[in-house]
């Protein structure tokens, strides 16, 4: 799996002392408010999982199954699996690995709306530095990256590399004929 790697974008450093600011922010922004978190899985479980251990507020944990990429190109945003719990009059907030285009917090926002929460707020670990179609903008953010397909820390290329700890760039050939299969 490592061998794939072309090059470390992020360390597991870089992302635990950031993940650290962005749990202080959301802990002083939701404190006193009724707080349910939407993780979309399976891409954003591992920096979920983190960021969620460093926020001391109680909390509801719900989780939304999207899929919006096969490989790397981007395709229409599908929702697998609904919430389970109820988020109306909750302060709802989404958790995402990545920001690209946008498309997919934008359909899950919508989504969510129809449950009636009194708030919803995102909060994605990237944002890639693209032009945008849509006008949302994450509300949290963990880093800005340049327009290159990443992967590791939930990060998948056709659900490989999602354990790497941190987050890096494949390597062309890894690509082609897909991960090793020793890994
Ligand atoms: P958007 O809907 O904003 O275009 O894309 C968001 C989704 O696309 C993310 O949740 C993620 O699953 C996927 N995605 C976007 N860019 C990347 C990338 O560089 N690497 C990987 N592995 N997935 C990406
Ligand atoms: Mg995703």
Known sequence: MEQDIDQVILTAAAIAARNRELAADLAADYA????TVVV????ALFFAADLLRLIPLPLQLDSIGVASYIGEKSEAVELRSDLKTDVQGRHVLVIDDIFDTGRTLQAVSQHLRKSKPASIRTCVL???EVARETSVQPDYRGFAIENVFVVGYGLDYNEHYRNLPYIGVLKPEAKRTGPRRKQ
């Open 32 to 35: 006193g408010r009724k707080l």
């Open 126 to 128: 990237l944002q890639k």
């Open 40 to 43: 979309l899985s399976n891409g």
